[in-house]
């Protein structure tokens, strides 16, 4: 455990003592403030139905596409840097154990991830001022968001510790999310039960979309523990097999 | 019996078609500085890294203490210096230090314990500076200090000279006989007259194969099986240089200077220095300097190659 913290501090130092973040997080603030102003323009008439439909419900998934977008990119360079730098060989050298240093990373960017969340819970506290209040929707959205969000960085963690080129790196992190994504296009077209199950359950949108409307299943908890651990442990596999 | 530190016992390292490291065995003494040396690609660095816990072995087995490399819970007991120094660029000297410690021990280091390796490494007038700021003389003594704040039993260098100045280069190589009262030091280096004045073991590696390993005495005067007579003379000509090989047989280098002729002599076998000097007197040579020299680890690393 104090391994973790030790990786996450320093992680967390490196963060916010370069202008990377605040360059992020200007960009994000931007990019989902002006979303939020031209959704909300565009409603006629302020209905819970309205709001749900033409605000909200669109703005978390613009939300969504943004951690998409930024997760690679603060993954890329989590161990690729580390490993044409040398200095990966200085912590697979210590007595750190590996997911020690897989999970401090991990959560180094989870904790980036958060902060940028909770800028925008500015949304549901404007709609609050506006008479639109749905506390539980709004929770059960940022969690899946949230979700999403580690979802991305367990793909973009494993894909930065198979290479030491950062663009390849981002590269394969995108690739991986949008298969995960649009294995949901499949799942519609089959009409095979198993198959169309299959493909559905394997699709992080399909889970998504339950979080979007304010239900939370357990099988889609269920979904998003087991594939963040799935990555993560093979990123462990990967540092491991660096000494072969 | 020695008491050895490392002993390695037919380890071998393939790598996709390659062999990098075939069959070695050999020892370091605990307490010594242990020189490595070979040509590029001789599986040097590849048995660092194997020593140090960064490659694994293919076949063969690595003690430490007597203890199985592998097996080995406590990684602080071995440090290790790549030939290209590893750092957190963005990090102030103290601050890498300190997160070295870390790493290893999982608690914070102690002020005291920090100031006295930034003391031993003279680190104190740049403890506050940005590493990527640093000259690359600093840089290797900041790689040093990142050793020794994890007090390692055994310090493995590779390459610990290159790049440096000969300033940089002397300071290094004083540091690294201080550090010998309390470690042992395993390094490589091109740098073969370095080696022979700080290394007490010599191991000499060639194609993934270990060509000899002793002392530094043994290894000189085992190997040498030359002697080199140098000699400078203000009548130098082609009639000694015949008179010469008449005497004995010899390689004979020459190379002139203002005043003088410096003449190398090569023999493939011992000779009495005493009586080739009163030969060389006798054919009325005027000699203003005469001196004789074993063999060198030039030498052995020339033969080697061979």
């Known amino acids: ?244 | 019996m020695k008491n050895n530190i490392v002993q390695f016992s037919n380890v071998s390292k393939l790598y996709p078609g390659v062999n990098a490291l075939d069959c070695i065995n050999f020892n370091i003494s605990k307490g010594s500085i242990h020189g490595f040396m070979g040509p590029n690609g001789a599986g040097k660095s590849t048995t660092m890294k194997i020593l140090a816990g960064l490659l694994k072995e293919s076949s063969g087995e690595i003690l430490f203490n007597s203890e199985k490399i592998e097996f080995l819970k406590d990684k602080s007991r071995i440090a290790y210096l790549p030939e290209v120094p590893a750092f957190y660029k963005g990090m102030t000297v103290d601050g890498f230090l300190s997160f070295c410690y870390q790493i290893f021990f999982k608690t914070k280091i102690k002020k005291e314990k920090l100031k006295y390796v930034l003391d031993i490494c003279g680190l104190e007038s740049v403890n506050r500076r940005i590493i990527n700021h640093l000259s690359k003389g600093f840089k290797q003594k900041v790689a040093i200090a990142q050793s020794l704040i994890i007090e390692p039993e055994l310090i493995i260098m590779d390459e610990p000279t290159v790049g440096l100045d000969p300033l940089a280069q002397i300071e290094l190589r004083e540091l690294i006989i201080n550090l010998k009262k309390e470690h042992t030091i395993f390094l490589s280096s091109h740098l073969l007259h370095d080696l022979s004045l700080i290394c007490d073991e010599i191991t000499f590696i060639d194609k993934g194969n270990i060509i000899l390993s002793d002392t530094l005495e043994n290894v000189l005067e085992k190997q040498s099986d030359k002697v080199f007579v140098t000699f400078k003379s203000l009548n130098w000509s082609n009639e000694f240089k015949s008179k010469i090989q008449s005497f004995s047989k010899c390689e004979i280098k020459e190379t002139s200077s203002n005043n003088y002729m410096k003449i190398k002599c090569i023999f493939d076998f011992k000779i009495e220095e005493n009586k080739f000097l009163k030969f060389l007197i006798d054919q009325n040579l005027e000699i203003v300097e005469f001196k004789k020299e074993s063999a060198d680890l030039e030498d052995l690393f020339l033969k080697g190659n061979k």
């Open chain 1, 1 to 244: 455990m104090k391994g973790i913290l030790i990786i996450l501090e320093k992680e967390l130092k490196d963060y916010f003592t370069t202008s990377l973040f605040y360059i992020i997080l200007t960009a994000f603030s931007f990019v989902i403030g002006y979303f939020f102003f031209n959704y909300l323009i565009n409603v006629k008439e302020f209905t819970t139905v309205t709001v749900l439909t033409n605000v909200v419900t669109p703005l978390f998934g613009n939300i969504n596409l943004l951690v998409l977008i930024l997760s690679p990119l603060l993954t890329m360079k989590i161990f690729s840097q580390e490993s044409r730098d040398g200095t990966l060989d200085l912590l697979l050298g210590s007595n750190l154990k590996y997911y020690e240093i897989i999970l401090g990373k991990f959560l180094s960017i989870m904790t980036i991830i958060f902060v940028l969340l909770t800028y925008c819970s500015f949304v549901p506290i404007t709609l609050h001022f506006i008479g639109y209040d749905n506390p539980y929707l709004f929770f059960t959205s940022f969690v899946g968001l949230f979700f999403c969000a580690s979802f991305y960085i367990s793909i973009g963690i494993l894909a930065s510790s198979i290479t030491s080129n950062q663009i390849l790196s981002s590269f394969l992190s995108y690739g991986g999310i949008l298969f995960f994504i649009f294995l949901i296009q499949p799942a519609r077209a089959t009409s095979n039960y198993i198959v169309k199950s299959a493909l559905q359950y394997l699709s992080v949108s399909y889970h998504y979309d339950y979080f979007a409307k304010g239900a939370v299943a357990s099988y889609s908890l269920i979904y998003f523990v087991s594939m963040i651990f799935i990555f993560l442990f093979i990123t462990s596999i990967v540092l491991s097999k660096r000494k072969w």
